[in-house]
């Protein structure tokens, strides 16, 4: 039986240095809470215990001696073995702020005017990646199997396949992958490079169906691979591409709804806007949600729809993200300047139609507000997936509307909500008062038909249908080779 190793930029702990000591925290992103039901279903699924062991590996946050403080302290728990990685702080800046998300992070959501083309952050790219396969090589035993998430790590299938030729690889993008005509305009070397490095493994799995057409075409166009459907022959290999749509663990959504501490936020929510419909939204800040059109949209909707105003109350959440990047950080001012221009438009003395945060919110508070939301505003301009989106509709108990943007992969799981084109913003302003005006029958409709598909292909299924493929597609290659 093999080991299963999960490889992602970062490791899902962050550790901070306080006055009291070192404080360890465990991200709760996607993957995260993906692998914890897997894990929590070893024992009873023949699935979850097909592996010997299971195996993170990621950067720290943090110096290595604090990660080794934190350790000999016990304060890092994880039913999983973890195996960090320590990149030079200076190298790391190159790698993740630059060419990650300076160059393949805007290029690939279509901002191609936002993008930085510059060697040093490629020369970074290549080494941190490197780091990961030299970690890697080292601990890698025959029969594991490697499962390397991102964009940061686009390089690394293939240089994990040149040093275990057999191994078993697959990756993940989380984000799109562009048509061919825009991932052409990166330089011709660092094109072919991120191509030929995700041709390294046995299966890359993409989010939706267009994501994978756009990889192949790219594949053929700038590798000159051959290629049958999804399948791609590189190298004497068969390289398989197809979709796997992350899903979101559904119960946990859905029981946060009988949860005591949430029931006590939800409560005191409506209590405070019992008179008032609520929108909500909530997003890292990033220029590929939108966060400016949409508040151009709930401005149009409140000079076309005045019979609203006093009526509803938008909660608008962004959380802090990447604020070393000087795009995100100009984004903020713009935002809480036009956040300020509404209030001062609009507000009454009893009434002010935004509330912003920019702040983190507890897991618990994310979800009451999902539940009191009668309108989730989810506009992004691009968006690999979003899981904002299929967590809303998880959390709905008997009423609710999600206006979703046609730019992001949710919206071709999620037929039933409003969609809206988020630069269309008078479309986006119509389709809040749609939603306001939504007959509940027709709101509980939509809900159970979306709600019926997310409880089916949920996180876990999404997990075990990409490792089954890889685990055939592996096959294949053997079979191939005899
Ligand atoms: C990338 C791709 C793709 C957000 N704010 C808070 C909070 N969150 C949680 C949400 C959700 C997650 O973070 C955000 O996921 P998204 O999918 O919306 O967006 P990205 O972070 O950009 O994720 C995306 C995803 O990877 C998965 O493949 O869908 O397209 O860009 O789970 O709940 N959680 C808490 N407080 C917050 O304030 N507790």
Aim: overall charge negative; some cysteine; charged content about 25%.
């Amino acid at each position: 039986m093999g080991r299963l190793i999960i490889i992602s930029n970062r490791l899902p702990f962050s550790i901070d240095k306080t006055g009291e000591g070192l404080i360890v925290r465990q991200s709760s992103g996607g993957l995260v809470s993906a692998l914890k039901s897997f894990f929590e279903r070893r024992g009873t699924d023949s699935f979850a215990n097909q592996y010997s062991e299971e195996i993170w590996v990621g950067s720290v946050d943090s110096t290595e001696e604090d990660w080794r403080s934190a350790e000999a302290e016990g304060l890092i728990d994880a039913d999983f073995i973890i195996e960090p990685i320590f990149p030079p702080p200076a190298l790391y800046n190159g790698y993740y702020t630059g060419f990650s998300n300076s160059a393949i992070w805007p290029l690939f959501h279509y901002f191609p005017t936002l993008v930085e083309y510059k060697k040093e952050y490629f020369e970074a790219y290549l080494k941190v990646n490197q780091l990961f396969a030299d970690k890697i090589a080292s601990i890698y035993e025959p029969g594991d199997v490697i499962w390397v998430h991102d964009y940061q790590l686009m390089l690394l299938p293939n240089m994990l396949r040149q040093r275990m030729p057999e191994a078993s690889i697959g990756f993940f993008l989380h984000i799109p992958f562009p048509s061919y005509e825009i991932f052409r305009l990166m330089p011709s070397d660092w094109k072919r490079a991120l191509l030929e490095g995700l041709l390294g493994a046995d299966l890359v799995g993409f989010h939706t169906y267009d994501y994978v057409q756009h990889f192949v075409q790219s594949a053929k166009m700038i590798v000159k691979v051959e290629s049958q459907f999804n399948t791609i022959y590189y190298n004497n290999r068969v390289v398989k591409a197809d979709q796997f749509p992350i899903g979101i663990d559904y119960e946990k959504f859905r029981d946060a709804s009988l949860d005591e501490t949430v029931v006590g936020i939800s409560s005191a929510l409506e209590e405070k806007f019992y008179d008032q419909k609520i929108l909500f939204s909530v997003d890292r800040l990033d220029y590929t949600k939108g966060l400016e059109h949409r508040l151009e949209s709930f401005e149009i909707f409140l000079a076309l729809y005045p019979e609203w105003r006093e009526r509803v109350v938008f909660i608008l959440n962004v959380i802090p993200s990447r604020d070393s990047i000087p795009t995100y950080n100009e984004r903020r001012k713009l935002i809480e300047e036009r956040v300020s221009t509404i209030n001062g438009k609009y507000s009454t003395l009893q009434w002010q139609p935004l509330i912003y945060r920019y702040n983190h919110l507890s897991f618990d508070e994310l979800c009451a507000l999902y539940q009191v939301a009668d309108v989730a505003l989810i506009t992004p301009l691009r968006d690999g997936m979003n899981l904002v989106a299929k967590e809303y509709i998880a959390s709905c108990i008997d009423k609710g509307v999600l206006i979703l943007s046609e730019l992001t992969g949710a919206a071709s799981e999620l037929n039933e909500a409003l969609i809206v084109n988020p630069t269309d913003t008078t479309e986006v302003a119509n389709a809040i008062n749609q939603a306001l005006i939504m007959p509940l029958m027709e709101q509980r409709s939509r809900l159970s038909y979306m709600q019926r598909r997310l409880a089916e292909y949920d996180v876990l299924r999404w997990l075990k249908d990409f490792l089954e493929q890889l685990s055939a597609s592996k096959k294949d290659q053997d079979a191939l080779r005899i």
